[in-house]
């Protein structure tokens, strides 16, 4: 099984500058590659401080300056916002300037908030038709010359300038229902899932629903990759009550996910309160007792034990989503004990020495 890092600028308040919060997220990316993370991936999201990233494509092409192995995926591109020809152009763009390096990551789209501002109001499950239309597009444009009439697009002959320096650039579907899992797999992508708040059995309701495609699809010549993302957090050994502020950390987050999601309320200058707690009496999933056992909180020791049983299921890769609301000096630590006490059970070599 590889491990990925999945991270964004997180910003709550004004106490901390864009500039130093680059700065953290570079210096994660770093330490990522220097541990030997397989992929960093940085996803796209509009006018939202609590996620600051609205193209990945340009802090990528910043890390592949400044990285030499670990590969850079869009974790993902919001496919309703971005014409084909674009997007096959500035991916194949990035490959060219990381050397081989570009992974593609896709998605339709979660935010009703964001369509409402991107596409006029365009409903956010309409997404799903950009999502089947703009990968086979892709695809083409990278092998050539290549016409689309669409149901979303339409455009004239037209290829991806530049090309891609890989022969096939890796692309993964956002999958969650059986039929993302299916178009995912029958096209020639591999598939990322995140089971958010549930336990491992959606993890394994997941990579069922992944198996079930692939059983579907014997014509396919390579069986696709599974990715899990979820939220990470290693504490030490000694540390017993250290699972509590990650999981204080986590819930705010996903307090944060339900305000933007709700689309209840007009944001502030780009800031939205994370809705209150007292809002999920009901939910149990978002108490922090419930966190702590469905992200992945844990010691080295508790964290190899459950990625184990995703390795057994059939996970190819496993995605350390650092966004939680947390510190820069506690996500690095965690980070740091995951490099240096996890990764190790998974490798028969020895974890790097890191460069503190």
Request: aromatic share 10%; glycine share 8%.
């Amino acid at each position: 099984m590889r491990f990925s890092l999945f991270v964004h600028m997180e910003r709550y308040d004004d106490s901390i500058s864009y500039e130093d919060h680059w700065a953290n997220l570079v210096e994660l990316a770093l330490l990522a590659e220097e541990g030997g993370f397989g992929t960093i991936w940085i996803g796209e999201h509009h006018s939202m401080e609590y996620t600051v990233s609205p193209n990945p494509l340009p802090q990528l092409a910043y890390l592949a300056a400044k990285t030499s192995k670990i590969r850079l995926g869009s974790g993902t591109i919001i496919a309703p916002f971005w014409n084909p020809i674009r997007a096959a152009g500035e991916l194949a763009l990035l490959d060219v300037i990381s050397g081989g390096r570009a992974e593609v990551g896709v998605a339709r789209g979660a935010y009703q908030f964001e369509f409402d501002r991107m596409l006029g109001g365009l409903p956010v499950a309409d997404g799903g038709d950009h999502l089947r239309e703009i990968i086979p597009a892709m695809k083409a444009l990278w092998a050539g010359d290549y016409a689309h009439d669409g149901k979303v697009w339409q455009f004239p002959t037209s290829t991806s300038v530049p090309k891609p320096v890989q022969k096939e650039l890796p692309v993964w579907v956002a999958a969650r229902s059986p039929e993302s899992h299916d178009f995912a797999v029958a096209t020639g992508c591999n598939v990322m899932v995140t089971p958010l708040m549930k336990g491992d059995e959606e993890v394994a309701s997941l990579v069922e629903k992944y198996e079930t495609a692939i059983a579907n699809h014997p014509e396919i010549e390579r069986r696709p990759d599974i990715m899990v993302l979820r939220h990470t957090h290693v504490h030490s050994e000694a540390d017993t009550e250290g699972w509590r502020p990650a999981a204080e950390g986590i819930q705010k987050f996903y307090r944060s996910f339900d305000a933007w999601f709700g689309n209840k309320s007009v944001p502030e200058n780009g800031f939205l309160d994370p809705s209150p707690v007292e809002k999920f009496e009901a939910r149990p999933e978002f108490s922090v007792e419930s966190l702590h056992q469905t992200a992945m909180i844990g010691t080295p020791s508790e964290v190899v034990e459950r990625l184990r049983r995703y390795e057994e299921l059939g996970v190819t890769e496993y995605s350390f989503w650092a966004d939680n609301t947390l510190s820069h000096e506690e996500k690095k630590r965690s980070l740091e004990l995951f490099i240096e006490q996890v990764m190790p059970a998974f490798s028969e070599q020895a974890a790097p020495a890191l460069n503190k």
